[in-house]
């Protein structure tokens, strides 16, 4: 009979044994999934936290290239409004040249009192004084002479 209490009192401590290894490798488990689920809480947590920072960024890109575009478009419109300017300019420079000749051509043919009566300045006054060289003489005296001149040159 000792032997069969000794074969129970082995089983027993047998049982105990894998009874606390069993409770260890339990607590080891229930510690580690505490472990994991707040490492689960964390990440959803960043997730959030980056999908909410990519929706800002998305709102602040869309408001961005609307603004670009609205840049490239008002650039764009300024670009042609500049061609136009400058291709009426041009038109408007030809034009004058053509006047200024065929006034030159008409005064020649007026008597050299009535040139002197016409005031030559008044017009070309305020566009011309930033224009004008040193030297040059815008006074009514020096115009009638160079329109006699041109218009001596003119008929000869």
């Known amino acids: 009979m000792a032997s069969t209490e000794e074969g129970e009192e082995v089983q027993m401590r047998t049982i105990s044994e894998l009874s606390d ?11 580690e999934h505490e472990k994991t689920k707040k490492e689960c809480k964390q990440l959803k947590q960043e997730r959030d936290e ?6 800002d960024f998305e709102r ?8 670009v575009n609205s840049m490239q478009e008002n650039l764009e419109v300024e670009k042609v409004c500049r061609q136009t300017v400058e291709a009426l300019a041009t038109k408007l420079n ?8 065929k006034s030159m051509m008409y005064m020649a043919h007026l008597d050299a009192n ?5 005031n ?3 017009d070309e006054d305020e566009e ?6 040193p030297g040059t003489c815008s006074s009514s005296h020096c115009q009638l002479i160079i329109s006699v ?8």
């Not at 409770?23 to 488990?29: K, N, P, Q, S, V």
């Not at 980056?50 to 929706?55: D, S, Y």
């Not at 009535?114 to 016409?118: D, F, L, R, S």
């Open 128 to 133: 011309n004084r930033e224009e004008e060289e």
């Open 21 to 31: 290894q069993a409770i260890r490798h339990y607590e080891g488990l229930r510690k």
């Open 114 to 118: 009535v040139i002197a009566e016409i």
């Open 120 to 122: 030559l300045n008044d």
């Open 149 to 156: 001149a041109s218009g001596f040159l003119i008929r000869n």
């Open 94 to 101: 030809r034009q004058n040249r053509s006047l200024k000749r």
């Open 60 to 67: 602040v890109s869309h408001r961005v290239l609307k603004e």
């Open 50 to 55: 980056a999908l909410k920072k990519l929706e």
